[in-house]
């Protein structure tokens, strides 16, 4: 099994920063892509920004230039730097990741229990 434990929400003013981790656990062999999600009320869940085990990078239109993702392979932590924050950034983020399990047991998505990011003066 692999867990995913998200760190780094809160409350910030328009314009505002925050840093957003995941970091994951568990017996694996290899985490692939991982990537942040994000999901406003009433709205259908939506990708942010992802990154594969090489750090090549895919953003969405709304947060390119404001947003960055990285990843610490030797931590199994991926980040998400956010700047200048809308109020339409306000959701709850979710990070995944695509994993490899031992011998191929347990191989696929997990997901983690999501942060709430709200940005509001």
């Known amino acids: 099994q692999v867990q995913l434990v998200e760190s780094g929400g809160g409350l910030v003013q328009p314009g505002g920063s925050l840093k957003l981790s995941c970091a994951a656990s568990?017996?694996?062999?290899?985490?692939?892509?991982m990537g942040w999600y994000r999901q406003a009320p009433g709205k259908e869940r939506e990708l942010v920004a992802s990154i594969t085990s090489g750090s090549s990078t895919t953003y969405a239109d709304s947060v390119k230039g404001r947003f960055t993702i990285a990843r610490d392979n030797a931590r199994n932590t991926v980040f998400l730097q956010m700047i200048s924050l809308k109020s339409e950034d306000t959701a709850v983020y979710y990070c995944n990741a695509d994993v490899t399990g031992l011998l191929g047991v347990g191989s696929g998505v997990y997901w983690g229990q999501g942060t709430q990011v709200t940005v509001s003066s």
């Open positions: 568990g017996s694996f062999f290899s985490i692939n892509a």
